[in-house]
């Protein structure tokens, strides 16, 4: 983290050499440092902007106008709490979060370790399987989730129901990538000595694998949490009617069209809540984790996502 | 291990659950764009291979080819998505490069505020700048002043002032916004993992500064560069919410738009299904292509 | 008969095509320290997984006190090990994972703690018990995996491996103390390792694997000192091979080295071309002219300082390179580059091998390839 060596090298060879760091953009840390500080800007401040409207006293959602809560608490009917199709957003996307949350994990889980483990026929077809949610375009999964629950699944139909199938659907394997990386971390000689010592394998599982999996659960859930809360498409797809509608679709609904700053306020809730899940998830993980010799957390955390398109 | 039996027990739950919301859920698009509608317009899937009805497959490609009804969307998609995935590259290498090299102490913010955006709802960060583009917005007022408006419209990039008035611009813009943090992950591992000895061996052996980065850095993070394409051109390739929040006019609408507007919209839900059929084909050498770099890495982690 | 006797019986273990160990017999009685010394991939630890558990041999059987465990899951074998790595539960106390196994087995909760106590104290880490185990050291840890496996009392302890993540310094000590609770508990030791030193001075017998087999089980001194193949000379120490023709003569043989005629006291399993050997310690270097059997000439070609002793290279009047140790004690002429010698070859000392001269020249490798060219 520190200055390192090498900085120092580049220095020292541009004092010597200053031929090259006027030719070369790349030795010269300077112009980068600058290209990233100013996408970084660019790419929060929008989002901080409509954020810091959600706060405003007057009705603009484009400008400045003063502070106050009365878009999130204020007893209009505009407000977040006033509007009861607003309100109804936010625990619609809390409830779905939730369930998708205490189902996907688990299944997840026994997901991977079955399929870190099972080697032998149909193994290959059952880990592309696995994977290739993370890499279908949501359209094409909503569209298929779609088409099954108004033919095959018309029993279920669209709804709550099939929100949370399809939340759990394309959540899990990220469960399965996070759990399946824990597992490499770990090692299969922990499982070995268990049953050496006489552990039998559920008490192997139990005992020894479970609790050293734990960070990988606690990471999960609350990034299956975070999933879910952010979820647009298919929310919409598997939606039946204004009650199952999210906070993403609220927002949707309502970007280009009545101009309150009462959507600033939801949308920054629903922010809180998954930043909320996601400091969470780092505090655990990095608890559980301590001591243990390996990279920054945040770069764990950071990597377990790098095979999600949404 | 002596209980072989336990493991493919503990995978059953989880694979029955993708087996039928996953693979027959794309086997009910496969049925119902091979399938026909009823007397309401309600499509009628075939489930049995011998039945299928290919009349909406041929319509869809019919109307994808030259002259076709959607060739236009196509032309446009692909160039939206090209243009976006350039910007996205041009962008997010320097920013990647910079965060995994030289950010020093400053580091863990750096990968924190790229990390980020990641975790915002991508329809928030797009709903924040349909509050800035606003035609009284901080944005358009920004870009106003700066006469940029006045430059893309002399250069034929903008009609008028109206960035929200279904600028295909502002689309590409969006797209880059929306992806690039996609982008910048992969492109961070990648960079991250050479080992800065080979840059100094590179050095060592009297490689100025531009041919270390041409001749070893830039082929070193190949796999990351087309990963973080692949990631991201996928989405886009599905993107229907960034054109409607942006534009939402016809004139910049890309195929995510026509298959919605198919399967959403009513009595073409079939044709929608078949389209959907023909985009999973086209991106399904894309999407397998990820994952094998996706193991890859993994059997790295685990050597 | 007392517990801990370990048999295997025509053990073999394939992987597809790869064949990792590839029959062994083997009978380790109980209480001794056994080692199993090779290279990797030599099947050592393939084998010591197989006793363990961990895999299932395609072949053969493993008898502990003479029953059959080979389909014994690991959990409920009277076996345990030290693993490599030390694969320690890094969510658990250093008692907790000392007392881990006595759960499974039926023992009160003041026996379970009286034994943890006790184990603990002897492999030295009872103040030790409520750290956690990332917050210990290399050597530390290993006696937390140590402890651990010993508190079960099985009869025999297999040992994968277990210094070998530690420095040279600590190594040494843990030799030692190993061998003092192996003595101690009178538990049959199992010990996979591809350290000659620590084979050498730690076990009642060593068996040298290669390429899935057994090539020369023995007790430390007799295979260090009478070698049956090249490879095994060139595994435990270092070694001079001649290639020779050995004619049958008397106890021993006589050695035929280009015009040379040797005596050797060995007698090889058939006359014929073949290999000899002897250890460089074992090579005299005499002033140029002695009389007597078993000298040959020669002359000096290059000569390495190695502090305690001189490692001298000498070209032999047939053309072989020759390595003699010669002692840096005061008593000892320290020789040049050009000095000509007698080279004294004690008939005592020169072995000739079992192997054939062709396999002995694919086996060497390292120093032993001056002497085989």
């Given at each position: 983290m520190s200055a390192t060596p090498t900085e120092q090298a580049v220095t020292t060879q541009q004092t010597r050499s200053p031929r090259f760091s006027l030719g070369n953009p790349w030795s010269k840390p300077r112009w980068l440092t600058g290209v990233t500080w100013v996408y970084i800007l660019w790419s929060l401040l929008p989002v901080l902007l409509a954020i810091r409207v959600a706060f405003n006293e007057g009705r603009s959602r484009t400008s400045i106008d003063g502070w106050s809560l009365k878009w999130f608490f204020g007893d209009n009917s505009f407000s977040v709490f006033g509007d009861p199709a607003l309100q109804d957003a936010l625990t619609h996307s809390l409830l779905l979060a939730g369930l998708a949350m205490l189902i996907a994990t688990p299944l997840g889980i026994m997901l991977a370790i079955g399929l870190q483990r099972w080697r032998g026929r149909g193994s290959g077809p059952a880990n592309v399987v696995a994977l290739l949610p993370l890499v279908t375009p949501e359209l094409v999964f909503a569209v298929g989730l779609f088409l099954l629950f108004t033919t095959l699944l018309s029993t279920i139909g669209l709804g709550t129901t099939a929100q949370v199938i399809g939340h759990v659907t394309?959540?899990?394997?990220?469960?399965?990538?996070?759990?399946?990386?824990?597992?490499?971390?770990?090692?299969?000689?922990?499982?070995e000595a268990a049953a050496d010592l006489g552990a039998p394998p559920l008490a192997v599982i139990w005992r020894v694998l479970l609790p050293l999996l734990a960070p990988a659960i606690a990471a999960s859930l609350l990034i299956v949490f975070a999933l879910s809360i952010d979820d647009?498409?298919?929310?919409?797809?598997?939606?039946?009617?204004?009650?199952?509608?999210?906070?993403?679709?609220?927002?949707?609904?309502?970007?280009?069209?009545?101009?309150?700053?009462?959507?600033?306020?939801?949308?920054?809730?629903?922010?809180?809540?998954?930043?909320?899940?996601?400091?969470?998830?780092?505090?655990?993980?990095?608890?559980?984790?301590?001591?243990?010799?390996?990279?920054?957390?945040?770069?764990?955390?950071?990597?377990?996502?790098?095979?999600?398109?949404? | 291990m002596q209980k072989r039996r336990i493991w493919g027990f503990l995978a059953a739950p989880g694979m029955l659950w993708l087996g039928l919301f996953f693979v027959v859920a794309f086997y009910a698009v496969i049925s119902v764009g091979l399938g026909n509608i009823n007397t309401l317009y309600q499509p009628i899937p075939y489930w049995n291979p011998l039945d299928w009805n290919f009349g909406y497959l041929v319509q869809a490609i019919e109307s994808v080819i030259p002259g076709g009804q959607n060739w236009p969307v196509v032309v446009r998609s692909v160039i939206y998505i090209t243009v976006a995935i350039t910007g996205a590259l041009l962008i997010g290498y320097p920013v990647a490069y910079y965060a995994s090299r030289h950010a020093g102490r400053w580091r863990g913010l750096v990968v924190v505020l790229l990390i980020l955006p990641f975790w915002i709802s991508y329809i928030m960060r797009m709903f924040a700048w349909t509050n800035l583009l606003a035609p009284d917005g901080y944005g358009s007022k920004v870009l106003s002043a700066l006469s940029i408006d006045s430059l893309f419209s002399s250069i034929g990039l903008l009609d008028g002032t109206d960035w929200l008035g279904g600028q295909g611009i502002t689309v590409i813009i969006a797209l880059i916004y929306g992806y690039v943090p996609f982008f910048i992950l992969p492109l961070f591992a990648s960079l991250d993992r050479i080992d800065q000895r080979v840059i100094e061996a590179a050095r060592d052996l009297g490689a100025p500064p531009p041919s270390s980065f041409w001749r070893v850095i830039l082929p070193m993070s190949k796999p990351g560069i087309l990963a973080g394409l692949v990631l991201v051109a996928l989405p886009m390739a599905g993107d229907y919410y960034t054109q409607t929040l942006m534009s939402g006019s016809p004139s910049t609408s890309m195929i995510g738009n026509t298959i919605n507007d198919y399967i959403q919209g009513g009595p073409d839900k079939s044709l929608g299904a078949a389209m959907t059929i023909l985009l999973s084909v086209v991106l399904l050498f894309f999407m397998l292509y990820y994952l094998r770099s996706l193991r890859r890495d993994q059997g790295e982690v685990a050597a | 008969m007392s517990e801990g006797d370990i048999r295997l019986e025509g053990l073999v273990k394939n992987y597809g095509d790869v064949v990792a160990v590839d029959g062994i017999d083997l009978h380790i009685p109980s209480g001794e320290f056994f080692t199993m010394l090779g290279p990797s991939g030599c099947g050592k630890t393939t084998t010591l997984r197989m006793i363990a558990g961990f895999e299932r041999p395609t072949e053969g059987q493993i008898l502990l006190d003479g029953v059959d465990m080979s389909s014994t899951p690991p959990h409920?074998?009277?076996?345990?090990?030290?693993?490599?790595?030390?694969?320690?539960?890094?969510?658990?106390?250093?008692?907790?994972?000392?007392?881990?196994?006595?759960?499974?087995?039926?023992?009160?909760?003041?026996?379970?703690?009286?034994?943890?106590?006790?184990?603990?104290?002897?492999?030295?880490?009872?103040?030790?018990?409520?750290?956690?185990?990332?917050?210990?050291?290399?050597?530390?840890?290993?006696?937390?995996?140590?402890?651990?496996?010993?508190?079960?009392?099985?009869?025999?302890?297999?040992?994968?491996?277990?210094l070998g993540a530690l420095d040279a310094r600590l190594r040494l000590d843990l030799q030692v103390e190993l061998k003092r609770i192996q003595e101690q508990l009178e538990v049959?030791?199992?010990?996979?390792?591809?350290?000659?030193?620590?084979?050498?001075?730690?076990?009642?017998?060593?068996?040298?694997?290669?390429g899935g087999k057994i090539e020369q089980c023995d007790v430390p001194q007799k295979l260090y000192e009478e070698p049956n193949t090249a490879f095994v000379a060139n595994f435990l120490g270092s070694a001079n091979l001649l290639s020779v023709e050995a004619r049958a003569a008397g106890a021993g043989c006589d050695v035929i080295l280009g015009n040379f005629t040797l005596k050797s006291e060995s007698k090889p399993e058939q006359a014929g071309v073949g290999t000899a050997m002897i250890r460089p310690e074992y090579v005299k270097l005499e002033p140029q002219g002695s009389e007597g059997e078993n000298r040959i000439p020669g002359m000096v070609e290059e000569v390495v300082y190695m502090g305690f002793h001189q490692d001298v290279r000498v070209r032999l009047a047939n053309g072989e390179l020759i390595r003699a140790d010669v002692p840096n004690d005061g008593d000892s002429p320290e020789y040049e580059q050009g000095n000509a010698v007698a080279v004294h070859l004690r008939a005592a000392n020169l072995r000739v091998l079992d192997d054939y001269p062709d396999q002995a020249a694919d086996e060497t490798s390292g120093d032993a390839d001056i002497a085989a060219v």
């Open positions: 394309f959540s899990m394997s990220f469960v399965v990538v996070i759990v399946r990386g824990r597992l490499v971390t770990v090692g299969p000689d922990v499982e647009f498409v298919v929310s919409q797809y598997l939606a039946s009617g204004a009650e199952t509608a999210t906070v993403p679709m609220r927002i949707y609904a309502q970007a280009r069209g009545a101009p309150l700053p009462s959507v600033n306020a939801l949308a920054t809730l629903m922010l809180l809540f998954t930043l909320l899940a996601l400091v969470l998830a780092y505090v655990v993980f990095r608890f559980m984790t301590r001591g243990e010799k390996r990279g920054s957390a945040i770069e764990q955390i950071a990597s377990i996502d790098s095979g999600g398109g949404r | - | 409920k074998r009277r076996v345990n090990t030290v693993f490599q790595n030390y694969a320690l539960f890094t969510h658990m106390t250093v008692a907790e994972n000392v007392g881990f196994g006595l759960r499974y087995q039926k023992v009160s909760k003041d026996e379970a703690k009286r034994r943890v106590d006790a184990v603990m104290e002897m492999v030295q880490i009872s103040e030790l018990g409520e750290r956690r185990t990332s917050e210990l050291s290399g050597g530390q840890q290993q006696r937390v995996a140590l402890a651990r496996a010993l508190v079960l009392e099985a009869p025999v302890l297999l040992l994968d491996e277990p049959t030791f199992i010990y996979v390792t591809h350290d000659q030193d620590e084979a050498l001075t730690m076990s009642d017998r060593v068996a040298v694997m290669k």
